[in-house]
């Protein structure tokens, strides 16, 4: 008589469950992107062009600390007719701090000196109170 083998035999595997994938459309992106740049004045922008080495144009790519400026502007936090100034651009910083301060971090230590420096040359002023 020939049993054969008996040995553990491995419970059958469910299949795993598809992975879901989101991705926006080019159209979304765009129209995210053009409502960013819309709400950059063109100080806003001088500002970002000394910080990030180049000057967004409509439809172009943006610095992501460029989107936090716009969004401040578009939620009264930095209300139109308000210039950046060093208290903004700290506290910006401070909110968009990567660990490890890299060079690809949203705002750098390096582009926060650029920024700084650039509000200097220009007269930015040093302190205000956005809450006023």
Do not use: C
């Not at 491995?10 to 879901?20: D, E, L, T």
């Not at 420096?117 to 109170?129: E, P, V, Y």
Request: net charge negative; proline share 9%; no cysteine.
């Amino acid at each position: 008589m020939n049993i054969g083998r008996l040995g553990p035999t491995a419970a059958p595997v469910a299949p795993a469950a598809p992975q879901r994938t989101f991705t926006a459309s080019s159209s979304a992106v765009a129209s995210g992107t053009q409502r960013a740049y819309q709400a950059l004045t063109p100080s806003d922008l001088d500002l970002v062009e000394a910080m990030a080495g180049y000057r967004p144009v409509e439809g172009g790519p943006m610095p992501i600390f460029a989107f936090f400026i716009a969004k401040d502007r578009q939620n009264g936090t930095l209300p139109a007719g308000t210039p950046i100034t060093s208290d903004y651009l700290t506290d910006l910083a401070s909110r968009l701090h990567a660990p490890g301060d890299s060079p690809d971090s949203a705002l750098s230590s390096d582009r926060l000196a650029a920024g700084l420096a650039f509000l200097q040359l220009t007269g930015g002023r040093a302190h205000t109170d956005l809450l006023a």
